[in-house]
T-cell receptor, first 114, second 116 residues
Framework: DTAVSQTPKYLVTQMGNDKSIKCEQN?????MYWYKQDSKKFLKIMFS???????INETVPNRFSPKSPDKAHLNLHINSLELGDSAVYFC?????????????FGNGTRLTVT | AQKVTQAQTEISVVEKEDVTLDCVYE???????LFWYKQPPSGELVFLIR??????QNEISGRYSWNFQKSTSSFNFTITASQVVDSAVYFC?????????????FGKGTHLIIQP
């Protein structure tokens, strides 16, 4: 039933490790996104994919690499984790074509780097 | 470049009071879309409303109402007779018409606290 699902919900790891967050949507949407919410609750787009192709890559370190095996999945891989990567990461999806569609968000993954 | 400003970082009111959350936006596009999202303490982001730049009609949904004014680039959100369950962080967001793949630009959010 869940429209946009992310796993895991919580991720605690040490500096220097590599980790992945998975995202899947069953809404049939063509566009998927990753947003980062920092400790002050500010939401900022990191990436967007349209039909498996990268559309937006905001200024994020290249330690972050999105992977879209198909249009229903957009995973986020993070190499060499740093303390500053601690945040809540939200996956979202929307239909393609216009800016008038609301984004459907997953429930977020809280990443804590120690 | 587009920008959304929510000047109120935190608002605290007593239950049953009315409260208005302010949102001011900047965009060079003539066609754009505005949104409000709610983030309750449980953390999920809940879509509340969408408004396009051609539709300046105000909208009411139960205790919620939205006032869109292009002349002042504002899209304010009012909760009437607030309830404790309304406590959340509320985000205003903007999308330009060139394509959904650009995503939303969010304001920094207003933390609304409703005290019993």
């Amino acid at each position: 039933d869940t429209a946009v699902s992310q796993t895991p919900k919580y991720l605690v790891t040490q500096m220097g490790n590599d980790k992945s967050i998975k995202c899947e949507q069953n809404l049939g949407h063509d566009t998927m996104y990753w947003y980062k919410q920092d400790s002050k609750k500010f939401l900022k787009i990191m990436f967007s994919y349209n039909n498996k192709e990268l559309i937006i890559n905001e200024t994020v370190p290249n330690r972050f690499s999105p992977k879209s095996p198909d249009k229903a999945h957009l995973n986020l891989h993070i190499n060499s984790l740093e303390l500053g990567d601690s945040a809540v990461y939200f996956c979202a999806s929307s239909p393609t074509g216009s800016g008038n569609s609301p984004l459907h968000f997953g429930n977020g993954t809280r990443l804590t780097v120690t | 470049a587009q920008k959304v400003t929510q000047a109120q970082t935190e608002i605290s009111v007593v239950e049953k009071e009315d409260v208005t959350l302010d949102c001011v936006y900047e965009t060079r596009d003539t066609t754009y879309y505005l949104f409000w999202y709610k983030q309750p303490p449980s953390g999920e982001l809940v879509f509340l409303i969408r408004r396009n730049s051609f539709d300046e009609q105000n909208e009411i949904s139960g205790r919620y109402s939205w006032n869109f004014q292009k002349s002042t680039s504002s899209f304010n959100f009012t909760i009437t007779a607030s309830q404790v369950v309304d406590s959340a962080v509320y985000f205003c967001a903007l999308s330009e018409a060139r394509g959904g793949a650009d995503g939303l630009t969010f304001g920094k959010g207003t933390h609304l606290i409703i005290q019993p």
